[in-house]
């Protein structure tokens, strides 16, 4: 049988009736988090926070696993899914912008192992799979596309929290065209030489290499010649 955090909460226990929530724990856990780093968080500070003691804590938690585990479901629920327009590539861009978003806002996020999940991010992978239905995908093909379109969205944030800067990445387009007289690189050569340029005249911001990936990632999850738009 399954053993989620919220399938086990849902066991009866014995003892008196529990004073907070799973949904109580997740926001006190977020706050912390939110405010002073991923290092504050542990059994001592979020009991102290509810009033209560780490002992008592451990009525609802196993650990600190099963908090990283409230913290990704609560923040999940901030997800706003406008209705699915049928059309693969607009809706899966709009869930993975409001994801990226979300990572921003909590860039503890790219901390948290996948091995659980809540309610609220059921609710995002099911709409992400609605997304992708319209390209009647069998369920092995559907689910990895979910998983290739996550752990980009997931990657790419994480890079954007450290800083870097898609135009930048490998030291960047100039200082890659710089560097070819140090060498015999003749595939780079022909790519900058058929512009014309010595280097790409329009610098690749953050906004268009996220949008490239969905892209591409597409193009091998829903090839252009499968269908992309409900026909029903």
């Not at 992708?132 to 596309?145: H, V």
């Not at 065209?177 to 140090?182: F, S």
Request: charged residues 20%.
């Amino acid at each position: 049988m399954p053993t989620s955090l919220w399938l086990r909460s849902d066991e009866p226990k014995r003892g008196p009736r529990p004073a907070h929530t799973l949904g109580d724990i997740a926001a006190v856990c977020v706050d912390l988090v939110d405010r002073e780093g991923m290092r504050a968080l542990s059994m001592r500070r979020v009991a102290e926070a509810l009033g209560t003691s780490a002992a008592s804590l451990y009525r609802y938690v196993s650990g600190k696993d099963d908090l990283l585990t409230l913290m990704a479901d609560h923040v999940a629920g901030e997800y706003e899914f406008a209705p699915l327009t049928g059309d693969v590539r607009t809706d899966v861009l709009a869930a993975a912008e409001q994801s990226r978003a979300l990572h921003r806002r909590h860039p503890w996020l790219r901390e948290v192992p996948a091995t659980d999940m809540g309610p609220n991010t059921v609710a995002y992978l099911d709409h992400l799979v609605g997304a992708l239905a319209p390209a009647k995908l069998d369920t092995t093909s559907t689910m990895m596309g979910v998983a290739l379109l996550s752990g980009w969205v997931t990657n790419f944030a994480a890079q954007e929290s450290a800083g870097d800067v898609a135009s930048e990445s490998g030291g960047g387009a100039e200082y890659i065209a710089a560097m070819l007289g140090y060498g015999d690189y003749p595939h780079l050569s022909a790519l900058f030489a058929s512009t014309g340029e010595s280097s790409p005249t329009a610098p690749l911001d953050n906004d268009t290499a996220f949008t490239a990936g969905i892209d591409a990632m597409l193009f091998g999850i829903a090839p252009p010649h499968a269908p992309t738009h409900d026909r029903r």
